[in-house]
């Protein structure tokens, strides 16, 4: 009996350490590998992704201020000159008068006359100054054939600019009787200017400036026998000679 007992003894507590085979199952801890799983700070390589500073770059699209250096690409206009170019050819509503620029100095903007907008007009002004877009210029000559072959003009007045009158300017105007230069700054008369004016009785000169061969050749041909010029007194002897030569020997000049 005591022998059997010792067995049972025995068999029972070798029974436990069978069952202290839970500590294999303390294995657990083998899966506490989680460490590996730890590898997440692994996975905070998204700090490394906080490269996102070269993407910071961005400041460096702040170079938007070096694109401003357009403003040294803007080129300062020149103060001696105005648009438009010389040879542009402009309307003046207001005088009625169509000019071609011949200077566009700021410092005096010119242009030349180069005839009437209404073609109908029987009176003609050649203006002293023309205005456009802000800018005044003077008007110091007439455009060769300007009015070349107008059959309705009577009469015309010259503004007090004008320096030249070109050649056949008024030429074949069979119905302009009067002619009023008011320039007493007119140097030049163009060949066959009034040409062919049969009509032409009447020319008012405040010029003294006229010289004989600065009046073109057949400037008054073929105009009225009872043409009578009109000059500044001082004037009067020498333009008698000079326009005498010009195509009409009957003319008179006071």
Do not use: H
């Not at 006229?210 to 043409?227: D, E, P, R, V, Y």
Request: hydrophobic letters at 30%; charged letters at 20%; proline letters at 7%.
């Amino acid at each position: 009996v005591i022998r059997a007992q010792w067995k049972d003894k025995e068999s029972t507590p070798s029974a436990e350490p069978t069952q202290s085979a839970a500590p294999t199952q303390s294995a657990g801890p083998a899966q506490s590998t989680d460490p590996t799983q730890s590898a997440e700070p692994a996975q905070s390589a998204g700090p490394a992704q906080s490269s996102d500073p070269t993407q910071s770059a961005g400041p460096a699209q702040s170079a938007g201020p070096a694109q401003s250096t357009a403003p040294t690409s803007t080129t300062t206009p020149d103060p001696t000159s105005v648009n438009p170019t010389v040879g542009a050819q402009l309307t003046d509503s207001k005088t009625g008068s169509n000019v071609i620029v011949t200077s566009n100095d700021s410092t005096n903007p010119t242009v030349e006359y180069a005839g009437a907008t209404d073609k109908k007009a029987t009176d003609i002004t050649i203006p002293d100054t023309v205005t456009m877009d802000g800018i005044t210029y003077k008007v110091t000559s007439v455009k060769a054939g300007a009015c070349k072959g107008n059959k309705v003009i009577t009469s015309v007045t010259i503004g007090k600019n004008v320096t030249e009158i070109g050649k056949n300017a008024f030429a074949n105007c069979t119905k302009l009787k009067k002619v009023n230069c008011k320039s007493t700054v007119l140097q030049k008369i163009g060949a066959s200017a009034f040409r062919g004016d049969k009509k032409l009785v009447k020319m008012i000169l405040k010029t003294k400036k006229l010289k004989k061969n600065n009046i073109g050749k057949n400037a008054i041909k073929g105009t009225s026998k009872k043409l009578v010029i009109t000059a500044p007194k001082k004037c009067v002897k020498n333009y008698r000679k000079y326009f005498k030569a010009k195509g009409n020997k009957k003319v008179k000049v006071k």
